[in-house]
């Protein structure tokens, strides 16, 4: 049972152009939302997350927006860079199974074009 | 600090070995855990430690021992090495697992191919 969905394993986008990358999630004790940008043989590095009483949180080039009543989040990255190219890992954590506990998405392989 | 540091990186086992992949972190942090990374499958939690002496099993325990020590390491024995096993292991830890998220530090990977 995949709780954290992300349905896109690749997305392709020119230099200086939006990225958009989403997620969904089936579990509603989810109430903290996180994506980890990994380049090919290193580990995750956190990026940016969002709370459950928020719906949008903005840091720099990236804007996480989240909608509860659909279950859904998603990455705005403007403008996207060459150096953006990697997997992008959305994630979840609920009080319940213990603030740190995460439940990873599939990730999506994101390329920017120069 | 060195933050989470993973040895060994490259592993070729063949069916029905042991070994012991290691997993430490200076940062004092109290939640530790290990990840596989599979294609098309994300992140899969194996098991995790919430302090010294406490682990407990993450959705994929199954063919995977841990303890916990010291605060520092917190290493993961394969048994019996099996081909469903070759993945990319990932070891991560967070400052506390008590209330808020904490943000989790990952180390670099150990590449694990059963043979």
């Known amino acids: 049972d995949q709780q954290v969905k992300q349905n896109s394993p690749s997305l392709s986008v020119q230099e200086g152009r939006i990225s958009i990358l989403n997620c969904d999630y089936t579990n509603s004790m989810f109430d903290y939302f996180l994506w980890y940008k990994k380049y090919p043989a290193e580990g995750p590095t956190f990026l940016i997350s969002?709370?459950?009483?928020?719906d949008k949180n903005e840091d720099g080039r990236f804007t996480v927006f989240l909608n509860k009543s659909a279950k859904h989040l998603s990455l705005h990255i403007v403008p996207s860079q060459p150096g953006d190219s990697a997997v992008y890992f959305c994630a979840a954590s609920g009080v319940e199974t213990s603030g740190s506990r995460l439940t990873f998405g599939e990730g999506t392989q994101l390329t920017v074009n120069p | 600090n060195a933050g989470v540091t993973q040895t060994p990186k490259f592993q070729v086992l063949k069916t029905g070995q042991s070994m012991t992949l290691q997993c430490a972190q200076d940062?004092?942090?109290?939640?530790m855990s290990w990840y596989r990374q599979d294609p098309g499958m994300g992140l899969r939690l194996i098991h995790y430690s919430v302090g010294a002496g406490i682990t407990d099993q993450g959705e994929v325990p199954n063919g995977y021992n841990v303890s916990r020590s010291t605060t520092e390491d917190f290493p993961l024995r394969l048994l019996s090495a099996a081909p469903s096993q070759t993945s990319v292991y990932f070891c991560?830890?967070?400052?506390?697992?008590?209330?808020?998220?904490?943000?989790?530090?990952f180390g670099p990977g150990t590449r694990l191919t059963v043979l």
């Open positions: 940062m004092n942090h109290e939640y």
């Open positions: 969002i709370s459950s009483i928020k």
């Open positions: 991560a830890s967070s400052y506390s697992s008590r209330g808020l998220y904490n943000e989790q530090f």
